[in-house]
């Protein structure tokens, strides 16, 4: 009876948050009223595990918590283990979306500082191979004090490359 008192309890405690009716929540997730009441009222002895689904997504519940309050412990010895446990539907699409935002941030974040690697190896080249031209008396207008102030503001835009990932950015749930 304890079962059934508690998925009675998930189930109108979601549905009080989202002030849905018995009757609303019955249209939104396809099941008649009567087939919704009988289930809250533990008349039905093994509900049927994708209606659970659909009432655990629709009240943004606990898919674990429905499957153990409705009699289906080997099922949720198997996701006893996961990090996502007990998240509802809403929380684990909140930490995907969350998950894509950190990935496109450190490709952004990988690729500036590439860039940024590119651009001093190539300022570097260029003052390498004015100093050479010094080097061999070929009378650039080049010197040294200028080869030192053209390598000095390339380490400072390595500064950024060598900077840690903000951490702070990744998601919240990792």
Not at 73 to 90: G, P, V, Y
Request: charged share 35%; aromatic share 6%.
């Amino acid at each position: 009876m304890d079962k059934e008192i508690t998925l009675k309890t998930l189930i109108e405690g979601g549905r009080d948050i989202k002030n849905f009716s018995q009757r609303e929540l019955a249209r939104r997730i396809g099941l008649s009223n009567t087939s919704l009441n009988d289930l809250e009222n533990g008349k039905v002895q093994k509900p049927d595990i994708e209606v659970l689904r659909k009432i655990a997504e629709e009240l943004d519940l606990s898919l674990e918590q429905l499957l153990k309050a409705a009699g289906y412990n080997a099922i949720t010895t198997m996701l006893t283990n996961d990090e996502f446990q007990n998240k509802s539907t809403r929380d684990l699409k909140n930490i995907i979306k969350e998950c894509r935002n950190f990935k496109y941030d450190i490709l952004d974040w990988d690729s500036n500082k590439r860039n940024i690697t590119r651009n001093v190896m190539a300022d570097l080249d260029r003052v390498a191979h004015k100093l050479e031209l010094i080097r061999d008396n070929r009378g650039i207008n080049y010197t040294l004090e200028n080869a030192i102030e053209d390598i000095n503001k390339s380490l400072e835009e390595l500064k950024d490359v060598v900077k840690k990932y903000d951490y702070s950015k990744l998601p919240n749930d990792l």
